[in-house]
């Protein structure tokens, strides 16, 4: 995870304001969303993750990526559904996904491990 977290490479450009130059990071058209949310347990930690570019897609994904505690990748789960965010459940061995239904109503997914 620690290697990836530059896959979008944004662009660092100068910004004149307030007197002087602040360097900002601006996204591009090849930007990627990567990481979307975090659940973390004392075993692993569990990212939400996408990617697409910024301007192709929402914040969702249905792809979570699992990692241990020194950064290095151990599982790759695909949900059957796009998920806004999730939490990982260690005791009973499930992950929640929070997805929007046909309705456009929020509903929460259960998945096994």
């Known amino acids: 995870m620690k290697k990836s977290l530059r896959l979008g490479d944004p662009i660092s450009k100068p910004f004149v304001g307030g007197g002087g130059t602040i360097f900002s990071v601006d996204l591009t058209e090849d930007t990627q969303i990567g990481y979307i949310n975090l659940s973390a347990t004392t075993q692993y930690v569990y990212a939400l993750y996408s990617d697409k570019k910024v301007y192709e897609a929402s914040r969702k994904s249905n792809i979570v ?15 059957d559904t796009d998920a806004y965010y999730i939490a990982v459940d260690e005791v009973q061995q499930n992950i929640y996904a ?16």
């Open 65 to 79: 990526l699992v990692f241990d505690w020194n950064g290095n990748p151990v599982k790759k789960y695909v949900l």
């Open 98 to 113: 929070a997805v929007k239904n046909s309705e456009s109503g929020w509903s929460i997914v259960c998945y096994s491990l």
